[in-house]
T-cell receptor, first 115, second 115 residues
Framework: DAGVTQSPTHLIKTRGQHVTLRCSPISGHKSVSWYQQVLGQGPQFIFQYYEKEERGRGNFPDRFSARQFPNYSSELNVNALLLGDSALYLC??????????????FGPGTRLTVL | AQSVAQPEDQVNVAEGNPLTVKCTYS??????LFWYVQYPNRGLQFLLK??????LVKGSYGFEAEFNKSQTSFHLKKPSALVSDSALYFCAVRDTDTGRRALTFGSGTRLQVQP
């Protein structure tokens, strides 16, 4: 079975630009979460979506937004890019049962570099 | 708020020796704990989780973890290390004080297994 897929793999942007990252969850999974991993740190939670509704949001500015589509895929958008947005962006999918033990499975990530 | 601490930035062990990667947590309510592994330029791979029940949890690739409620710890162990186990390991705890199902990660521990 295919795992979580993300595109693109790498991306280089300049400050002030906008970027869209995409994620396709594991078949049968209805929940998608986004995390930002800055070099040398653990992933930080950005958003979680379930059935196209935002279920949670981390401590990120309004420049970050996301959405989930009817096929459960998701996009993460970042406006007005800053140098500090350079990071590995990870998408995770889960069944979305709402149970605390629901496991999140991660994709390979999108490496964003802002120059 | 919940938090995870991984007190060692790096753990070095010889191949064939047992390994331990330490994790302590802080959470209100019952803890739901996870271990993930990250290889260079890759996303996170799920190893194991503790929800409830036995304090010794078995996971993928021969890894296991010991949950200790009194010490608020969830240490990752393996009886015999392999060179291929060399990677970055993250402990995570599920958020419990909000409606979201996000994970809070530790800062990671780099495991180096010497041949």
């Amino acid at each position: 079975d295919a795992g979580v897929t993300q595109s693109p793999t790498h991306l280089i942007k300049t400050r002030g630009q906008h970027v869209t990252l995409r994620c396709s969850p594991i078949s049968g999974h209805k929940s998608v979460s986004w995390y930002q991993q800055v070099l040398g740190q653990g992933p930080q939670f950005i958003f979680q979506y379930y059935e196209k509704e935002e279920r949670g949001r981390g401590n990120f500015p309004d420049r970050f937004s996301a959405r989930q589509f009817p096929n459960y895929s998701s996009e993460l958008n970042v406006n007005a890019l800053l140098l500090g947005d350079s990071a590995l962006y990870l998408c995770a999918s889960s069944l979305g049962t709402g149970m605390m033990g629901d496991t999140q499975y991660f994709g390979p990530g999108t490496r964003l570099t802002v120059l | 708020a919940q938090s995870v601490a991984q007190p060692e930035d790096q753990v070095n062990v010889a191949e064939g020796n047992p390994l331990t990667v330490k994790c302590t947590y802080s959470v209100s309510g019952n803890p739901y704990l996870f271990w993930y592994v990250q290889y260079p330029n890759r996303g996170l791979q799920f190893l194991l989780k503790y929800i409830t029940g036995d304090n010794l949890v078995k996971g993928s690739y021969g890894f296991e973890a010991e949950f200790n409620k009194s010490q608020t710890s969830f240490h990752l162990k393996k009886p015999s290390a392999l060179v291929s186990d060399s990677a970055l390991y993250f402990c995570a705890v599920r958020d419990t004080d909000t409606g979201r199902r996000a994970l809070t990660f530790g800062s990671g521990t780099r495991l180096q297994v010497q041949p």
